[in-house]
């Protein structure tokens, strides 16, 4: 089986969320299950020198946008055994960021062409093209609209998997014609309030439609999660798969860290040590008893901020917490967290900035991580919480839902605290809640154990999306 996968991210080249962590981790699973898996990325301008000066290049050529030709290099990296490609355009991707110019539309027209424009100069020749969200959404129209007919391309097979609903990349309907090459039969496809609808045409025109998680496969085809496309998703329900994202446990692992302060395997007191460490460069009190929550997350309404600032305060007041946040996002987030922990400096700390090994160190120390989403397709943090015994207090969304089950204290079950609403006292009784556990060894030792025990790898996830190749190319 030989697959490509074509997305606009991927850990650790380019990252701005958990896509990049999919297309990083993914691609090991299913070669290590015997895949021939390839990737291919935009090269932007941010990928950092040390991969830059190991790019070898592969080919150049011209890839037609609408009317026009577009010089485009490919150039590779072999990483972790896995082939990456990138596609150079100094006019589309040197430039700062990744997503957010006015031009994307164009941009990724030009991508999704270069995707298939490239294949027979790499020299391979994939089963199934696997399209990940927006960004490389109209591969699977493409193919059917001016590569079909080809001999080289006539068997390959689609799959398109939605990370996040919510981002569709929907630009004027003038892109049709003018960027894909299309002619206005193809509109009906693609078509969103008179619009184009990248996201759209992935679902239409894929052989089959995968999301990040069970649940929110079914939440997206209901009228509140699926944004103008639950009718769509619904007339696609038998080619419609949930299939919940895995971490690379390998990378992941509190035993082998070395970003941590100290690793552990699942011994609490061990843990504990990096909770003082933390505590320590942080600026916070240093007290082992005293339990530590924690956020690592972008700062938008869906990751449920408006329901935390509703309540810290009355938190932090009245209760003997330490509260840990790091993140970038909203600027009035940033702001309103910044003034809290000026206000709590000894129970409060916000760090407004993106930093991989001190999110390692947070999910290290922390003894409960709080996730409480209005929407979550899937979730990674949750994952990386419970992988280094952080307890996860999470609303009942999507793959938080999948992933995080309430513990019993009669039977002894589950492996978090969850609650159903989006209230933020609901949250707030259920916070409370996991915090009189920790003050019960008994059971927050059951709940940790269950924690650790947990099998967070892609492998399972892996298999599921190898029998989906398996079926279209049958």
């Not at 999301?211 to 103008?228: F, M, Q």
């Not at 009035?332 to 991989?356: G, M, V």
């Not at 209230?423 to 650790?452: C, I, Q």
């Amino acid at each position: 089986m030989k697959v490509l996968f074509a997305a606009a991210e991927a850990h650790p080249f380019i990252k701005t969320g958990g896509l990049a962590d999919v297309i990083g981790a993914l691609p090991k699973a299913l070669k290590g299950a015997g895949v021939d898996v390839r990737v291919i990325l935009p090269k932007y301008k941010g990928i950092p020198e040390q991969f830059r000066s190991q790019m070898e290049p592969v080919a150049v050529l011209d890839v037609p946008v609408g009317w026009r030709n577009q010089y485009c290099g490919i150039e590779q990296i072999v990483y972790d055994g896995i082939p990456v490609y990138f596609v150079d355009n100094e006019y589309y991707f040197g430039r700062d960021g990744i997503y957010g110019y006015m031009d994307d539309g164009e941009r990724f027209a030009f991508f999704n062409r270069a995707v298939l424009e490239c294949l027979p100069h790499i020299d391979f020749q994939p089963d199934v093209l696997h399209c990940h969200d927006w960004h490389a959404a109209v591969v699977p129209l493409l193919l059917k609209a001016h590569y079909r007919h080809i001999p080289f391309y006539s068997n390959m097979r689609t799959v398109f998997t939605i990370h996040n609903l919510l981002y569709q990349g929907i630009f004027p309907y003038s892109v049709l014609g003018e960027l894909l090459g299309l002619d206005s039969s193809y509109f009906t496809s693609v078509e969103y309030y008179g619009n184009v609808n990248y996201m759209k045409g992935g679902i239409v025109h894929s052989d089959h439609v995968t999301t990040v998680s069970p649940t929110y496969a079914d939440e997206i085809r209901t009228a509140y999660y699926g944004y103008g496309l639950d009718g769509l998703l619904n007339s696609r329900a038998d080619s419609l798969s949930g299939i919940v994202n895995g971490i690379d446990t390998k990378s992941y692992n509190p035993n082998t860290d070395s970003k941590i302060f100290t690793k552990y395997r699942s011994n609490l007191a061990k843990k504990a040590e990096n909770k003082l460490g933390l505590q320590q460069e942080l600026g916070l009190p240093v007290a082992p008893y005293i339990p530590m929550v924690a956020m690592v997350t972008r700062l938008v309404d869906s990751k449920g901020l408006d329901l935390l600032t509703r309540v810290l305060d009355e938190l932090l007041y009245y209760d003997d917490i330490q509260f840990v946040l790091l993140g970038t996002g909203d600027e009035s987030y940033e702001r309103w967290f910044r003034e809290a922990a000026w206000r709590y400096p000894t129970k409060l700390s916000s760090q407004i900035l993106f930093n991989d090994a001190l999110s390692r160190k947070i999910y290290a120390a922390s003894d409960i991580f709080l996730m409480p989403s209005k929407f979550e397709p899937c979730g990674i943090s949750q994952l990386l919480a419970l992988r280094y015994g952080s307890i996860p207090v999470v609303r009942e969304t999507g793959g938080l839902n999948d992933t995080v089950h309430a513990y019993n204290e009669e039977t002894g079950e589950g492996n978090g605290f969850t609650f159903k609403d989006y209230n933020a006292h609901d949250m707030m009784y259920t916070l409370r809640r996991a915090v009189s556990y920790y003050h019960k060894p008994e059971h927050w030792k059951k709940v940790t154990k269950n924690a650790f025990a947990g099998d967070y790898s892609w492998s399972v996830s892996a298999q599921q999306y190898i029998d989906i190749y398996d079926n279209i190319t049958e």
